[in-house]
């Protein structure tokens, strides 16, 4: 079986497994009655003004984002696209003509887990995450460009901003190497009781790129501090497991070099402004 054949394979399991565990589990919402803890379902769709992936431009125009998560003792699998409703891809240099097609397709497998701070006598809580994203295009002419990223993490969640620090490795394309930092803050806005309806997020982000990196995607042939970010969003909990989160993100590149290379791609900025909204169903 070819590379792009196996990429197929995992996409299409994955999904069954997805869409396979969201279906059973949403015709017995009363699961557990075994001991067990049934897995926890997470569907939902995003729509955004623009498709912006650590401050690159892939779409200018408006573009929808279902995803699918399914969640077992710490162990996730998630499937997520990009699906283009314009003809944004076909203009001169473009990745061609995928109106009404998805342009993306990306599959995670991945681990999380949280240290206690009280059951191993630690100052804080330490959160740590580790997986693998397979990264396919469709319908574009970059289709022989299908990568795998590797990726580990670490989060401080008991600080008030809630530090975190991931590493990326791109291991079928640039070989590069990509850090990503965050922080963010919620404030509540509105109770139900002990619920919290409706809330603030304020984020920021930080990311910085090796040689191989910031050559594969940015052209440049030297590491630094890429794109920097920050956002808002108003998450509210409507109930019965459902969430409309509406946001806004903007990045700039940082390093000088890095940013006037965005600068020079024709109908793209190094500056971006996204601005959507999430639709989210859990059980």
């Known amino acids: 079986m070819t590379g792009n054949g196996k990429r197929l394979g995992w996409r299409v399991g994955l999904a069954a497994v997805c869409c396979g565990v969201a279906g059973v589990f949403s015709a017995s919402a009363q699961g557990g009655d075994d001991g067990w803890p049934r897995p926890s379902v997470t569907l939902s769709l995003d729509a955004v003004n623009q498709y912006v992936w650590r401050g690159i431009l892939y779409n200018q125009d408006p573009v929808l984002q279902p995803s699918a998560t399914v969640s077992w003792f710490g162990f996730s699998a998630n499937i997520w696209g990009s699906y283009d409703t314009t003809d944004y891809g076909a203009h001169e240099g473009g990745y061609g003509d995928s109106q009404w097609e998805f342009a993306e397709i990306d599959c995670t497998l991945s681990y999380s887990h949280t240290f206690d701070k009280a059951a191993l006598d630690l100052p804080v809580s330490i959160g740590v995450t580790v997986g693998v994203i397979d990264c ?3 319908n574009t002419y970059w289709e022989e460009l299908d990568t795998t990223e590797v990726f580990a993490g670490v989060s401080l969640p008991d600080l008030l901003l809630s530090p975190s620090v991931t590493v ?10 990509y850090v ?42 030297e590491s630094g501090f890429a794109d920097a970010g920050v956002s808002a969003s108003l998450p509210w909990n409507i109930g ?5 989160t509406p946001y806004i993100r903007y990045t700039d590149f940082v390093d000088h070099e890095l940013r006037d290379a965005r ?3 024709p109908n793209a900025s190094s500056e971006m402004f996204v601005a959507g909204a999430t639709l989210a169903w859990g059980f």
């Open 136 to 138: 396919t295009y469709e």
């Open 263 to 265: 600068d020079a791609v």
């Open 180 to 221: 990503q930092g965050a922080v963010s803050h919620t404030i509540s806005l509105l109770k139900n009781g002990d619920e919290d309806r409706l809330g603030l997020t304020l984020g920021a982000t930080l990311g910085w790129g090796n040689r191989d990196n910031n050559e594969y995607y940015l052209g440049v042939d």
């Open 240 to 244: 019965g497991g459902v969430s409309l």
């Open 168 to 177: 990326y490795r791109d291991t079928n394309q640039s070989d590069g190497l």
